[in-house]
């Protein structure tokens, strides 16, 4: 059975960088893409940004040029470097992974990141 161990998440200051980590077990991790989302207070869930079993990136609008996805198939662990980081970064972030062949999903229990002074 898949799952995760989600680490990081805090409290930091505005401008401030933070690092998420999503530690993978379960099945095989190359097969599946992993991906961090975000839901504040009163929102909807929103991509931060989404890995291929390859390595190929892609970002929500709002995580562009700030936010860096990646991951260690050694470790079986992907990660979410965030820089720059806002008032409006503050949500719960949720980490998922997606097996490619059979597009069955799982979903992390998620972290807590506030931004505030």
């Known amino acids: 059975q898949v799952q995760f161990v989600e680490s990081g998440g805090g409290l930091v200051q505005p401008g401030g960088s933070l690092r998420l980590s999503c530690a993978f077990s379960?099945?095989?991790?190359?097969?599946?893409?992993m991906g961090w989302y975000r839901q504040a207070p009163g929102k909807q869930r929103e991509l931060a940004a989404v890995?291929?079993?390859?390595?190929?990136?892609t970002y929500g609008d709002s995580a562009k040029g700030r936010f860096t996805i990646s991951r260690d198939h050694l470790a079986k662990t992907a990660y979410l470097q965030m820089n720059s980081l806002k008032p409006e970064d503050t949500a719960v972030y949720y980490c998922?992974?997606?097996?490619?062949?059979?597009?069955?999903?799982?979903w992390g229990q998620g972290t807590q990141v506030t931004v505030s002074s």
């Open positions: 890995i291929s079993p390859g390595g190929g990136a």
């Open positions: 998922n992974a997606l097996n490619v062949r059979t597009r069955q999903d799982y």
């Open positions: 379960g099945d095989i991790f190359s097969i599946y893409a």
